[in-house]
C-alpha cells in the first residue's frame, strides 16, 4: 500500500492531497500564507520548537490523554470491546487545545502579538484564549450569534481568559460565517496570525493542524500496542472539519488492518435536507480557500447546513478526509441527532463519562457496530471533548 504523507505535491501543485486542498484565496492574501508557510517549513526542523510544544503538552496541557475501555457499554451491546482516547481530559477539556498551543507557539515565532480565530462549539475559541492568556497574546474570536447563544458557558470562559468575543450575525450565524468574518479580518490586518481551528482551509493550514493534532494518533498507536499487544480492529471519529479526526487517523493511516470511519451530522435526516453531512451528501467544490467536498444550494453556494451539534455544522470538511475517502482507505458514514443523543446518554449512565455532543455521533456509530463484532475485536473511539458545554441543549430534549 503507498504510504500516505501529510501534505502531498502532484500535478495540481504543492499542498494538495490527490486533487483536493490548494489555495484559492485573493491575490492580497497570498503573501500572507507564503509567510506562514516558510515559517510552519521553518519550524519542523527545529528541535528547540517541539521540545517547548511537548513539554507544553506535558506540563499545560496534561498528555498523554488516556485511554479508556468501557466494559459497561460492551457488555450491555454485546460483540466487540469498546475504547476511548479520552481527550475530554485535556486541560480545556477537548482536543483543540493542541493545535491551538502548536499555532500560539508559531505566531509567537513569527513576531505576531495579535490572534484572532474562529470558533462554533466554543472549543477552539476556549483554547485559543487559553494559549494566548499562558503566551502573552492580543486575542479576538469570531463565533457565530446563533452559537453564542447556545453555547454559553464557553462564551462565558473565553470572556474570563480575556479574549474579545465578536457576535458574527450574518447568514446562518454559526461555524461557516465565523470563518468568514476571521478571514476578512485576516485580509484586512497584515499584523494578524490567523489561529485556524480545524484541518481546513488553503494551504498550508490543513498540513500545520494536522502536524499538531497528530499527537493524538501517536499517542493512540502506541498505548493500545502496550495495553492489547495489537492495533485496534477499527478507529472511529466525528467529522465536522475534521481536525479530530485526522489527528486520530493519521496514527493509523498506514496499517491497512486497521478500518478508519469518520461519523458526519446526519441531522434531522439525510432526506429532510437538515445535516451536514458533507463527505456523504456533498459533492467536490471550492469553498474558503480549498478544495474538498462541500454541500451545495440549487445556485452552487455553500449551502445553509444544520446539527444539533454546534462544532459539526460546517458545509466543507478537511482536504485530506476528502482524499482518503477518494482513495478508500476510509469510509465515511452519518448518524442523526437522535442517535447521538442516545449515544449520550448511554456514555454518560453506564460508563460515568459526559461526551461533547460531537463526540456522540461517533460513538452512536460505534454502538451500532458492537453487536456485530467477535469478543476479539476492539474499536477505538476519539472522544473529542466533554459535553459541559452541551447540557443546555441535551437536557430539555431528555427531559431532565
Same mark, same amino acid.
Given at each position: 500500500?503507498e504510504?500516505l504523507?501529510a ?11 490527490g486533487?483536493f486542498?490548494?489555495s !484559492?484565496v ?9 509567510e506562514?508557510?516558510? &515559517?510552519?517549513?521553518n519550524?519542523l526542523?527545529?528541535?528547540?520548537? *517541539?521540545e ?5 503538552l ?10 479508556t475501555?468501557?466494559?459497561n457499554?460492551s457488555?450491555? *451491546?454485546?460483540?466487540?470491546? #469498546?475504547f ?20 500560539a #507557539?508559531?505566531?509567537k515565532?513569527? @513576531?505576531?502579538?495579535?490572534v ?7 472549543? /477552539? ?7 494566548c492568556?499562558?503566551l502573552g ?7 457565530g450569534?446563533?452559537?453564542v447563544?447556545?453555547?454559553?458557558p ?15 450575525? *450574518? ?7 465565523a470563518?468568514d468574518?476571521?478571514?476578512?479580518e !485576516?485580509?484586512k ?5 490567523y ?6 482551509g488553503? /494551504?498550508? +493550514?490543513?498540513?500545520i493542524v494536522r ?9 493512540a498507536?502506541r ?15 466525528c467529522?465536522?472539519?475534521?481536525s479530530?479526526a %485526522?489527528?486520530l487517523?493519521?496514527g *493509523?493511516i498506514?496499517?491497512?488492518?486497521v478500518? %478508519?470511519?469518520?461519523?458526519e451530522?446526519?441531522g434531522?435526516?439525510?432526506d429532510?435536507?437538515?445535516h451536514?453531512?458533507? #463527505?456523504?451528501?456533498?459533492?467536490p467544490?471550492?469553498i /474558503? @480557500?480549498?478544495?474538498? !467536498?462541500? #454541500?451545495?444550494? $440549487?445556485k @452552487?453556494e455553500?449551502?445553509?447546513v444544520?446539527s444539533?451539534?454546534a462544532?459539526?455544522? +460546517?458545509?466543507?470538511v478537511?482536504?485530506e /478526509?476528502?482524499?482518503l ?10 448518524v442523526t441527532?437522535?442517535? &447521538? ?10 460508563e460515568g463519562i459526559?461526551p461533547a ?6 460513538l452512536? !456509530?460505534?454502538? $451500532?457496530?458492537?453487536?456485530n463484532?467477535?469478543?476479539d475485536?476492539?474499536?477505538?473511539v ?7 458545554k452541551?447540557?443546555d441543549?441535551?437536557?430539555p430534549?431528555?427531559g431532565?
Amino acid at each position: 500500500m503507498e504510504k500516505l504523507s501529510a501534505v502531498h505535491t502532484n500535478a495540481a501543485g504543492k499542498g494538495f492531497y490527490g486533487e483536493f486542498g490548494g489555495s !484559492y484565496v485573493p491575490e492580497e492574501l497570498k503573501p500572507r500564507l507564503e509567510e506562514l508557510e516558510r &515559517a510552519y517549513e521553518n519550524i519542523l526542523s527545529d528541535q528547540s520548537f *517541539f521540545e517547548e510544544f511537548h513539554r507544553l503538552l506535558k506540563e499545560y496541557v496534561g498528555r498523554p490523554s488516556a485511554i479508556t475501555e468501557c466494559q459497561n457499554i460492551s457488555k450491555k *451491546f454485546g460483540g466487540g470491546r #469498546l475504547f476511548l482516547k479520552r481527550e475530554d481530559l485535556n486541560h480545556t477539556g477537548a482536543h483543540k487545545i493542541n493545535n491551538a498551543l502548536g499555532q500560539a #507557539l508559531l505566531a509567537k515565532r513569527m @513576531g505576531k502579538n495579535r490572534v484572532i480565530a474562529e470558533t462554533g462549539a466554543g472549543m /477552539h475559541g476556549t483554547a485559543t484564549a487559553t494559549v494566548c492568556a499562558l503566551l502573552g497574546l492580543q486575542c479576538t474570536i469570531y463565533m457565530g450569534a446563533v452559537d453564542v447563544k447556545r453555547q454559553a458557558p464557553n462564551v462565558a470562559r473565553m470572556k474570563v481568559l480575556g479574549a474579545e468575543v465578536v457576535p458574527v450575525t *450574518f447568514g446562518q450565524q454559526t461555524l461557516k460565517e465565523a470563518v468568514d468574518a476571521a478571514l476578512a479580518e !485576516y485580509v484586512k490586518d497584515p499584523d494578524v496570525f490567523y489561529l485556524l481551528g480545524s484541518a481546513v482551509g488553503p /494551504h498550508p +493550514y490543513p498540513a500545520i493542524v494536522r502536524e499538531f493534532q497528530s499527537v493524538i494518533g501517536e499517542e493512540a498507536r502506541r498505548q493500545f500496542m502496550e495495553r492489547e499487544g495489537k492495533m485496534p480492529d477499527y478507529v472511529v471519529a466525528c467529522v465536522g472539519g475534521g481536525s479530530n479526526a %485526522i489527528g486520530l487517523f493519521s496514527g *493509523f493511516i498506514n496499517d491497512p488492518s486497521v478500518k %478508519i470511519v469518520g461519523v458526519e451530522p446526519a441531522g434531522k435526516g439525510l432526506d429532510t435536507g437538515e445535516h451536514a453531512a458533507t #463527505l456523504v451528501a456533498g459533492k467536490p467544490g471550492i469553498i /474558503h @480557500g480549498f478544495k474538498s !467536498y462541500v #454541500l451545495t444550494d $440549487e445556485k @452552487g453556494e455553500p449551502a445553509e447546513v444544520y446539527s444539533i451539534s454546534a462544532g459539526l455544522d +460546517y458545509p466543507g470538511v478537511g482536504p485530506e /478526509h476528502a482524499y482518503l475517502k477518494e482513495s478508500g482507505r476510509a469510509q465515511y458514514v452519518a448518524v442523526t441527532d437522535q442517535q &447521538a443523543l442516545e449515544a449520550f446518554s448511554e456514555l454518560c449512565r453506564l460508563e460515568g463519562i459526559i461526551p461533547a455532543l460531537e463526540s456522540s455521533h461517533a460513538l452512536a !456509530y460505534a454502538l $451500532e457496530l458492537l453487536p456485530n463484532l467477535n469478543a476479539d475485536e476492539s474499536v477505538l473511539v476519539n472522544l473529542s471533548g466533554r459535553g459541559d458545554k452541551d447540557l443546555d441543549t441535551v437536557l430539555p430534549i431528555l427531559g431532565l
